[in-house]
């Protein structure tokens, strides 16, 4: 049964009618199911049977500076299309203030386009927000995961290199950090590499923050699904 504002959307919105068939998920299982009955804000179904449930690749957790909204908002919506588990705001020093003081009132929005690139790519859960945390707090807390912090520094090696030097135990279990526009602060890099993150470089080009997210988590996708 679907409730709600979900059931309003595919009931007014999508037009939902009574026989047609979509995949429904509880965060934990996909089944096929049939739409038996339309309401004003209730739709139920009849399960009709198990489908295989594509978990991802890599377990990723994502440290994301905040930057402009349109391009923070672009990232997440990639980010979660790529598979990340769980996105973490970052204040860092070289994020605007102003976008940092109004972080809290996008999160309704920023979850909104986290379910809707969910439902989009056909993910079985929803990536978790976390709350806009400092740098320095952020690194400290990751588990067991290879560490990364994405740098522009001229002698920061390859992506490639530091994921040829991790171990096998490690290799599908990330914690990515991606900067704000202007790059980390030097006090930034020393806490990271203070948390046991590793430098690594996208290569010669600098990219934007949005552009590093997608370029990252597809390699380290591409990289846990090798056997």
Known sequence: MLEG???HHLGHVLRGQTGQLYELSDGIAVWLGRIESVSRNRI???LLEALPATQPAADITLFLAITKFDAFEWALEKATELGVLKIVPLAAARSEKSLVS????RSERWRKILLESSQQSRRLCIPELAETIKPAAAFSDCGERLRIVFSERPDAPALKRVLEGASAARARAFAVAVGPEGGWTDYELIAAREAGYIEASLG???LRAET?????????NFWSSVD
């Open 5 to 7: 504002d979900a059931a």
């Open 44 to 46: 139920e179904f009849a």
């Open 102 to 105: 109004a972080a809290a009132k």
């Open 204 to 206: 010669p080009l600098i």
């Open 212 to 220: 590093a997210v997608s370029a990252a988590l597809a390699v380290l």
